[in-house]
């Protein structure tokens, strides 16, 4: 097939050839090859994105062998893991826009023909896919893969599993634990690289990326650790450059039906709250304001949960390689799909599901036996959030469907924590986090640290979580975040105090202040609003542009 990259064709461009030639390239390629950038999120403080190094030089030798030219550039990558509870956190969620930002600045800016963009976990994958959005080059979005299951003495352990353990532990022995067991899950929990194997937002970001079609059809629950994610990658680099060929564009794969189909998978698998903010903001990204919260909410009364994969269900998300992966899912609820949307392979949804299991399994329910007859996902709406807020409700004891609890106000998750921790929060609460939303924290806090407190000291029938703030994919339980409008941005959630009622209804999807509307506005009266937490730096420029939760809570595109 006939080539001509024009700008590093002809006499003119002789600069150019001249500066790769530099990297070691040869100029005599440079003109009649495809250029392939790819953008690698490797780094040694993440098991998810560890794995990235062997597995993008596998994606180079799939380019070369095609025909293309691989140009390998870093990209920033973070584990959440190690910031949870500290300062940090609230930043997790704004590399989304970094990574997005760095991936479209050096395609631009090298003139890339097409894109393998390369990650592994949590923020760091959606912000790829805002990426390839922006950037409408022919793009393959690579994933490193779930990491195998750990063990705990006999039992499967996963990563997203250990702070709710030690919490357990410390509240069980008195603010002390046994330092031999301590070890024995600080050992057993990672045993491999790749994403923590349960339905956090790593592996649910991970699995929507292939329900998106923006990476080929089977490939995205492939183990990080085995043979087949090499092969898998090889043939990626492969088809990228054939991609170039084709024009095969993200504005022709991440179309309004493909973000319907990822949706639905992610209530199929009573995926990460998260993953509701990340696909809002693809919308965002894509213009397509029918990407909304209501559509998540009538979704989730229509697709159970059949996935039976941890934190709702028993089992482990790398054991989906040999059921048949995401097909396999998908195919349960094929009904509801738009099966004439594309994946990257070429292939249309339809074609995958024709070969994809139809069985279903101990795993892989079906819809005759769904782990809950909706798709585990509740948006409410009320006087404290007119704009909404979510919960997973898949994770919610039946007795906590129906709440009314005296808030306990606190501004941060470490001192909402404390207070659990001493004693200080009785069953009938509710623990109001907030300043922890886009503008507050600012980049929005994952509550983890009071949300694994609440199942681990067993008060997941008598205590709620409200915050403005944002869970770990890992969390469940009676908890709601993304309360909308948050605190710094003047809403109700800022004028609650001590002893306010609550009331929490997940069957009417209601939220609600108990407090007569003049006691509110005597309050707003004497509010004083909190200082901005950072004055410089690109968080602060984040704080001014980010948009609401309900919009996804990314950086503004559009006017």
């Given at each position: ?26 100029p ?69 826009d ?100 349960l ?87 894509l ?27 028993e ?85 906590m469907?129906?709440?009314c609890?005296?808030?306990?106000v ?90 306010d ?17 003049q006691i ?7 509010y ?24 996804g ?7």
């Amino acid at each position: 097939m006939d080539f001509t990259n024009k700008i590093f064709d002809g006499p003119i461009a002789t600069h150019c050839r001249a500066t790769y030639k530099g990297s070691g390239y040869d100029p005599q390629d440079l003109a009649n090859r495809p250029h392939i950038g790819i953008a690698n999120a490797f780094s040694e403080h993440s098991p998810g994105h560890k794995p990235l190094r062997e597995q993008v030089q596998a994606i180079k030798n799939g380019i070369w062998q095609a025909g293309g030219i691989p140009f390998e550039f870093g990209i920033p990558s973070t584990c959440a893991e190690v910031a949870i509870g500290h300062c940090g956190m609230e930043q997790d969620m704004a590399m989304r826009d970094l990574v997005a930002g760095s991936c479209e600045l050096v395609s631009n800016i090298q003139h890339f023909d097409g894109l393998v963009l390369a990650a592994g976990c949590d923020n760091i994958v959606p912000g790829t896919l805002l990426a390839a959005a922006r950037c409408d080059k022919p793009t393959i979005c690579f994933v490193s893969g779930p990491m195998l299951s750990g063990r705990l003495d006999r039992e499967p352990l996963a990563l997203g599993e250990v702070l709710e353990i030690s919490v357990g532990e410390l509240n069980k022995n008195g603010g002390t634990v046994d330092a031999r067991y301590m070890e024995k899950l600080e050992m057993g929990a990672c045993p491999t690289g790749g994403a923590c194997p349960l339905f956090g937002t790593a592996n649910t970001m991970q699995v929507l990326v292939e329900a998106l079609g923006m990476t080929p059809e089977y490939s995205s629950t492939i183990p990080a650790a085995y043979t087949d994610k090499m092969v898998s990658a090889q043939r990626i680099g492969r088809r990228i450059v054939e991609m170039v060929f084709e024009d095969l564009r993200p504005s022709q794969i991440m179309t309004r039906e493909a973000i319907e189909n990822a949706i639905r998978l992610d209530l199929a698998i009573g995926g990460s709250l998260n993953a509701i903010l990340h696909l809002l903001a693809i919308g965002n990204e894509l213009n397509l304001p029918e990407i909304n919260l209501e559509l998540f909410d009538r979704m989730s009364h229509e697709t159970p949960c059949i996935a039976n994969i941890k934190p709702c269900g028993e089992h482990t998300v790398d054991k989906l390689f040999y059921l048949g992966g995401v097909p396999a899912i998908m195919k349960q609820i094929e009904g509801q799909l738009h099966k004439e949307c594309l994946n990257v392979s070429g292939h249309t949804m339809g074609e995958i599901l024709q070969s994809a299991p139809a069985a279903s399994n101990e795993v892989i329910h079906g819809m005759e036996n769904p782990l809950t007859k909706d798709g585990g996902l509740a948006v409410l709406k009320g006087n404290l959030a007119p704009n909404g807020c979510v919960m997973r409700s898949s994770s919610v004891a039946a007795s906590m469907y129906h709440f009314c609890g005296q808030a306990m106000v606190y501004d941060s998750d470490a001192s909402a924590y404390d207070a659990l921790m001493n004693g200080e929060v009785k069953p009938g609460s509710v623990i109001v986090v907030r300043y922890a939303g886009p503008i507050g924290a600012p980049g929005m806090v994952e509550v983890e640290c009071t949300a694994s407190a609440i199942i681990n000291l067993r008060l997941d029938e008598s205590v709620s979580l409200v915050t403005d703030g944002r869970f770990s994919g890992f969390n469940h339980g009676p908890i709601v975040g993304h309360v909308s409008p948050e605190a710094a941005a003047g809403g109700l959630i800022a004028y609650v105090e001590n002893g306010d009622f609550i009331e929490i209804d997940i069957e009417k999807r209601s939220i609600s202040l108990l407090v007569d509307e003049q006691i509110i506005e005597e309050r707003k009266r004497q509010y004083v609003a909190p200082p901005p937490k950072l004055a410089r730096g690109f968080m602060r420029t984040y704080a001014k542009n980010c948009l609401p939760a309900e919009l996804g809570g990314a950086m503004q595109q559009w006017d």
